[in-house]
């Protein structure tokens, strides 16, 4: 009998508030509805980390920049950095958020999508355009999102090399 992988909420915003990882349980549990699968705090090859990067049966890839608050979202200048590593781009924000900000030309709304989540769904508030990457940086996203994945699950199945795969 196969156990189900755990989602490793020790990975997931461990340091974060926890209505980040409310809103990332919603957008997860979005994208599964839409077989995207997701994986958290995933570090990209510029040294940038996305909030969430997922992957859909096409092997189309999506990066979720998540904010908890207008500071945060006003303060932040490095998510065009993550443009290059992804297929689509979204913004993911609790209920209640000022959606305002994102109509602005800094946060350059025909770029990125919007998503509203809560801790039990999420919904499509702007759909992300597609901006294919090129084909042998979709390979390496690729790549390194499997490699990511699968070191998790070694965590999940042996704790003692959990310490190892920490931070992939």
Known sequence: MAARPSLQPELCFADAPPVARD??????RLFFNQELFALCEVPLPNGRRADMMAIDPAGLITI?????????????CKW????????RFYWAVPAGFDL?????????????????ADRYDAAMVREAPLRKLAPARRKAETL?????A????????DPALA??????
Request: contains cysteine; proline residues 5%; positive net charge.
């Open 64 to 76: 979720v920049e998540i904010k908890v608050s207008r500071a945060d979202l006003m303060g932040d």
């Open 100 to 116: 305002a900000p994102f109509e602005l030309p800094g946060f350059q709304p025909q770029l990125c999508g919007l998503i509203v």
């Open 150 to 157: 699968a070191r998790r699950l070694v965590g999940d199945l």
């Open 80 to 87: 065009v950095e993550y443009l290059g590593y992804c297929d």
């Open 23 to 28: 809103v990332a349980r919603g957008v997860t």
């Open 163 to 168: 310490s190892f795969v920490q931070a992939g």
């Open 144 to 148: 390194r999102f499997a490699r990511r």
